[in-house]
């Protein structure tokens, strides 16, 4: 089935400093991929859309310039925390469009804890 | 826009059944999912349904009433490891867009 690998699981940085998040795309083309961020015990909020080759969507509210969106092939998307600070950590989660029947195409990442000290 | 609604929390025990609404306002609908999420893990799909009706998926079921914007998860046999929380999402778009989320606890 279609897999989505995301890395780093859990990562520990700096205030101010950058962090970047990978997800690719194993067995399959994702021309779109979605990044979401989860707070505890809340759900999953859109961050942004990513489409491979031009520029990604932004929900409303979400800084694109603090919150980078790089989707350079069909099967990586990158989003990179500039200048974390602590109201930052949070769980992230991307999600890619995979045209499988079996998840009616959504595949998710594993996810990756970010914890801004 | 979207409003997916859906309870915050809910208690059972093992063995019995139970039911999470979820009432959605959305425009271009284009589906309604279910998923389970345990806590630092990404949500597994369970269920979708796009037409009116009862999907049934071995303990679990899921309904959908587009007319009404009602969605419901039933959950049978409740196992202690069905202790998550249940996630209602609308396909409006292209992106999935998340209710708040239901935490079940089971009990024995």
């Known amino acids: 089935g279609a897999v989505v690998s995301q890395h780093p699981s859990w990562v520990i940085c700096k205030s101010g400093t950058s962090v970047k998040i990978e997800c690719r795309s194993l067995?399959?083309?994702?021309?779109?991929m979605f990044w979401y961020r989860q707070f505890p015990k809340q759900s999953l909020m859109l961050m942004a859309t990513?489409?491979?080759?031009?520029?990604?969507?932004?929900e409303q509210g979400v800084e694109k310039d603090k919150f980078l969106i790089n989707h350079a092939s069909l099967t990586l998307s990158t989003l990179t925390v500039t200048s974390a600070h602590p109201e930052d950590s949070s769980f992230y989660i991307c999600?890619?469009?995979?045209?499988?029947?079996?998840?009616?195409?959504?595949?998710f990442g594993s996810g990756t804890r970010l914890t801004v000290v | 826009g979207q409003n997916i609604d859906q309870p915050t929390e809910m208690t059972a025990t093992e063995g019995a059944i139970v039911q999470i609404n979820c009432t959605y306002q959305?425009?271009?609908?284009?589906?309604l999912f279910w998923y389970q999420q345990h806590a630092g893990e990404a949500p597994t799909f369970l269920s979708y349904?796009?037409?009116?009706g009862l999907e049934e998926k071995g303990r679990f079921s899921s309904f959908l009433s587009r007319s009404k914007g009602y969605s419901y998860l039933l959950l049978k046999e409740l196992q202690m490891k069905d202790s998550a929380s249940y996630l209602c999402a609308d396909q409006a778009g292209t992106a999935l867009i998340f209710g708040k989320g239901t935490t079940l606890s089971v009990s024995s």
């Open positions: 349904n796009v037409l009116d």
């Open positions: 959305t425009s271009g609908f284009n589906g």
């Open positions: 999600s890619a469009r995979d045209g499988t029947g079996v998840s009616h195409g959504y595949t």
């Open positions: 990513s489409n491979e080759g031009s520029k990604a969507t932004y």
């Open positions: 067995d399959f083309q994702a021309t779109t």
